[in-house]
């Protein structure tokens, strides 16, 4: 598993001071973090260790903000190999850690597809080039994704995915689906699905109802969500192993989690930051920067989502990020494809949640740090004495003004320009190295 990094400087000591250090389970309050050799030695106040005469140590000066494990993105779009011109592992490394990301889990639709050793090896590779986010592929299920022939799922995991999917094709075979879960768990690894009925959208383009019948757009009904999330959950519960469910829209699809997990089916279910944040109403006036799939819902959606995320029946919060270049999403809006980029507005988006009383920071924190390291059984999202120096510090109470020009992934594709936000990343370091200092 890829819990290293090449370009890491052994024997260097940092000393991040003066933070409100928050680490889901473990510490909610002022503290320093004592940092050697890219792992947490101590987190305390005052530290044990006198630090201040000793020339070796670099301070880092975090007053005022709050300092949490780097966060973690179970589902992020890195293009490369195949659509450089969108993103590549470079371009959305950088970008991942300009949004506090440390940890990210790139899906296999690539080309060719993330099907075999081969491509996740240069995954793997390319991210340790890149210096900056760990790199943790996601292999897909069946063979380049055509949801007919099971992937060499062994072989993918024995190169390094950390879990399996066939990302925005999904499974609708589902024989298929339960072999997958069933060799899925015989190599310890989770099985992600879009779920998503491809009858029933048949060529939608945005939720339907009554914004998609006043734009005389073709929409996707809730329905096509539903019917494979209850698939799903029937598999999960014939075959007893955990699947985990991307990108939940939907009140009912929440509504089937609730109940499924009360009934102690294995389900685990993600949102993204734009779900519970904007609603159908933002794809007015065609704006194909709003365009995603499954697609913006209802307020009544978005309430439902918040309230899963509250109550546990969501367990992470991922950022879904899709980069596409600026002439696709020019195109016609039933043309344009879908998706948008997600790693630099993700934390001040949850940190809206925090703000309206939906989440304590503690909770919004652990939706993207700690609960995801788990679910993936990933060596990362915590601050605890040992762990990897994997940080993110941030001002919480900073405002600022989206915009894209600014972003560091290749592609501009959002529909939060313009939008002013709370919560302003300032330094992220990868084992204790600074990978982006905003300061």
């Not at 060529?203 to 799903?232: H, Y």
């Not at 469910?245 to 993600?270: D, N």
């Not at 007015?284 to 989502?305: H, I, S």
């Amino acid at each position: 598993m890829n819990d290293t990094l090449s370009n890491h400087t052994p024997s260097s000591i940092v000393c991040i001071q003066g933070g409100t250090v928050i680490d889901p389970g473990h510490v909610n309050g002022r503290a320093d973090v004592l940092i050697q050799d890219g792992r947490i030695v101590e987190v305390g106040y005052p530290l044990k260790h006198s630090i201040e005469q000793d020339d070796s140590v670099t301070i880092l000066d975090a007053s005022g903000w709050i300092v949490a494990p780097g966060l973690v993105d179970l589902h992020c779009h890195l293009r490369e190999p195949g659509f450089e011109y969108k993103e590549t592992i470079q371009t959305g490394s950088d970008s991942a850690v300009a949004g506090g990301f440390t940890s990210i889990c790139a899906m296999p639709n690539t080309k060719p597809v993330n099907d075999n050793a081969a491509i996740t090896q240069f995954m793997l590779t390319k991210g340790q080039e890149a210096g900056k986010a760990r790199v943790f592929p996601i292999g897909a299920i069946t063979k380049n994704s055509d949801g007919e022939e099971l992937a060499n799922i062994g072989e993918l995991v024995g190169a390094g995915c950390v879990a399996i999917s066939d990302d925005g094709r999904p499974v609708m075979n589902s024989l298929v689906m339960r072999r997958a879960l069933e060799y899925a768990k015989a190599f310890g690894v989770p099985v992600v699905d879009h779920c998503e009925d491809l009858h029933l959208t048949d060529g939608g383009c945005m939720n339907e109802g009554v914004v998609s019948t006043e734009l005389g757009m073709p929409g996707i009904p809730d329905a096509s969500e539903e019917v494979m999330v209850a698939r799903n959950l029937a598999l999960a519960d014939l075959t007893g192993v955990c699947v985990h469910l991307a990108h939940l829209s939907t009140a009912r699809s929440v509504e089937l989690v609730r109940h499924a997990k009360a009934q102690g089916l294995p389900v685990s279910a993600e949102v993204c930051p734009h779900h519970f944040s904007i609603t159908e109403e933002a794809v007015r006036g065609y704006k194909a920067n709003a365009k995603m799939n499954p697609p913006l819902r209802t307020d009544e959606d978005m309430q439902a989502l918040r309230q899963g995320l509250v109550d546990g029946t969501i367990d992470v919060i991922a950022t879904d990020h899709a980069p596409h270049a600026l002439q696709e999403k020019q195109l016609e809006f039933d043309t344009a494809p879908f998706g948008i980029v997600g790693f630099e507005t993700a934390l001040p988006l949850t940190l809206r949640l925090v703000d309206d009383g939906v989440l304590s920071m503690e909770q919004a924190l652990d939706k993207l740090t700690r609960a995801p390291a788990q679910l993936f059984h990933l060596p990362v999202g915590s601050l605890a004495p040992g762990s990897l120096a994997d940080m993110v510090i941030f001002d919480a109470k900073e405002e600022w003004v989206v915009d894209p020009e600014q972003f560091q992934s290749k592609s501009r594709n959002t529909p939060f320009g313009g939008m002013t936000v709370k919560g302003k990343v300032k330094m992220t370091l990868v084992e204790g190295r600074l990978v982006y200092d905003a300061r």
